[in-house]
């Protein structure tokens, strides 16, 4: 049983579509984390939340909004996609993103396989 | 900027048998960690095995192994008695060792091993 949730874990939508991914995390964790996987590349990082303020958004388009409420939950909020924005969208989260990497190790949930028609 | 190479897009392996992943780095860093990921269908990153770069003794867990050689900038992960369920995707990664934005992991591509029974 992993510690973060994801939901949902399959989304089809359209380009003209407005939709949301939620992550959750029951770690206790203060940092969380929004990658894009695609086929054959990299992951990539997209945003990342420190104590509920965004300390890192790696050139995203504005069609990628995140949103973080709380330190146990995490939005990435979706419109106006194309069709090169699917991907496999994983959640992570750490205990402390100021802390040496040795400390403080990511935890990922199962991802949001998103398909853009 | 740090870089990670995994020059196998796919192996193969017998059951029981060893295989070797090879995952090759950049950096003009001192101090920082390696990892592989495993991301088996379930899609979840699963942490096997972390080098931390200052230590000399190659890490080990159960049947998973690495080969650090710093000097060549490269750390292959090791599988003994290859078993079904270690087919997945493999990610090398690399994380300076400093916490904030300098401490995001930085993924290869991926390695594609397939176990044959």
């Known amino acids: 049983e992993t510690g973060v949730t994801q939901t949902p874990r399959h989304l089809v939508m359209g380009m003209t579509n407005k939709k949301s991914l939620k992550c959750e995390q029951h770690l206790g964790h203060n940092a969380m984390y929004w990658y894009k996987q695609s086929a054959k590349k990299p992951l990539e990082l997209m945003f990342v939340?420190?104590?509920?303020?965004?300390?890192e958004n790696n050139s995203v388009p504005s069609r990628f909004s995140p949103e973080c409420p709380n330190s146990s939950h995490l939005f990435l909020h979706l419109h106006t996609l194309q069709p090169e924005d699917s991907a496999l969208y994983l959640c992570?989260?750490?205990?402390?993103?100021?802390?040496?990497?040795?400390?403080?190790?990511?935890?990922f949930g199962n991802g949001t396989r998103l398909t853009v028609t | 900027a740090q870089t990670v190479t995994q020059s196998q897009p796919e192996m193969s392996v017998q059951e029981a048998e060893t295989v070797t992943l090879s995952c090759t780095y950049d950096t003009s860093e001192s101090d920082y960690y390696l990892f592989w990921y495993k991301q088996p269908p379930s899609r979840q990153m699963i942490l096997v095995i972390r080098q931390e770069a200052y230590k000399q003794q190659n890490a080990t867990e159960n049947r998973f192994s690495v080969n650090f050689q710093k000097a060549a900038k490269s750390f292959s992960l090791k599988i003994s008695d290859s078993q079904l369920g270690d087919a997945a995707m493999y990610f090398c990664?690399?994380?300076?060792?400093?916490?904030?934005?300098?401490?995001?992991?930085?993924f290869g591509k991926g390695t594609k091993l397939s176990v044959k029974p």
């Open positions: 992570a989260s750490s205990q402390d993103y100021l802390r040496d990497a040795g400390h403080s190790p990511l935890h």
């Open positions: 939340y420190s104590l509920e303020e965004r300390v």
């Open positions: 990664a690399y994380r300076s060792a400093y916490g904030g934005s300098q401490g995001n992991l930085i």
